[in-house]
């Protein structure tokens, strides 16, 4: 991974890779070989809080492939068709293997959020597999938020008796892209949700009508007792409005661009990151 991993620039999920370039059953078809092979890297995004100081809370782990024909390819290439062909299921263990290692050496505050699929939820050992990987890293549930969002549904029955599990580890629930169509309000019904993350579309908005529904959806968060995050946040003038709208927390290329697990630790209080 280190070969590849140097090779691969931070914060380019704009090199999205083409579609055109080689059938998309190809690269499903090379997925198991590189979750197998170590291709998979991971890059960490500061979630920073919206106040004065903008102190780092955490951050999201955000998935790529160092693909060795196409290079860096970013997650939309690769995780529909994971879906789609089920290797979502050891990916998301890898991921979280990864995260997890990595992160057992942070200060005990730092926070991580991780991307898992709903595919993930129908697997009935899922609960098991986080728990297993929170105590052989000596993680604490409590600093864990998955993020869900609606590109497949979240079935009742088991995948909700997995949630359940889950929830019972500690383990945080958060609804991605929230206020898009990918993710419902019938999602924050059903699921044991802890934190909405705004969609980049609705932080990134002018006074109009997409900043009325982040308003609604600060407002919303507050009635429920939920952590709000600002998504996508690229200029002062928008983090000023999210936190003039409530908002006390945000992510997005005006704070940081998804970075190396080393460029994070970097910004962290100087105790206990591994050398
Ligand atoms: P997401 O979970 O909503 O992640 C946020 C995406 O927005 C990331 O794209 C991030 O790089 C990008 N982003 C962050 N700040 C800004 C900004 O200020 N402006 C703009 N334009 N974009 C910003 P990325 O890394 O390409 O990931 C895309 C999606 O792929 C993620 O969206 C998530 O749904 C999925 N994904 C990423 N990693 C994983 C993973 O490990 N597992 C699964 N199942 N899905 C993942
Ligand atoms: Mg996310
Ligand atoms: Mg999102
Ligand atoms: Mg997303």
Do not use: C
């Amino acid at each position: 991974i280190a070969m590849y991993a140097a090779k691969a620039i931070p914060g380019t999920a704009s090199l999205h890779y083409q579609p055109e370039m080689a059938g998309n059953a190809d690269l499903g078809a090379e997925l198991p070989g590189a979750i197998r092979d170590d291709q998979l890297f991971l890059l960490f995004q500061p979630i920073v809080a919206l106040d004065g100081d903008r102190r780092v809370l955490g951050a999201e782990a955000l998935v790529r492939w160092a693909h060795p024909a196409h290079g860096t390819l970013a997650p939309d290439a690769f995780i529909p068709v994971a879906e789609r062909t089920g290797m979502i299921v050891p990916l998301s263990r890898w991921v979280l293997r990864a995260v997890l290692s990595r992160m057992s050496a942070w200060p005990a505050g730092t926070a991580v959020n991780i991307n898992i699929s709903a595919r993930d939820l129908r697997e009935p050992d899922f609960a098991e597999t986080v728990a297993g990987l929170l105590a052989e890293h000596g993680v604490a549930p409590g600093r864990v938020t998955l993020e869900i969002t609606e590109s497949m549904p979240v079935e009742p029955g088991e995948s909700l008796a997995v949630l359940r599990d889950l929830r019972d580890l500690g383990v945080k629930f958060a609804l991605d892209d929230f206020g898009t169509g990918s993710s419902t309000l019938s999602l924050l019904h059903d699921v044991p949700v802890d934190e909405v993350k705004l969609d980049r579309s609705f932080s990134q908005a002018a006074p109009d009508d997409r900043l009325t529904v982040a308003a609604g959806v600060a407002h919303l968060a507050q009635a429920m007792s939920l952590h709000a995050v600002a998504e996508g946040v690229e200029t002062e003038e928008q983090a000023e409005r999210l936190r003039g709208l409530g908002y006390r927390a945000a992510q997005g290329y005006l704070f940081a661009r998804p970075m190396p697990a080393a460029d994070f630790e970097a910004m962290l209080p100087l105790t206990s990151v591994p050398a």
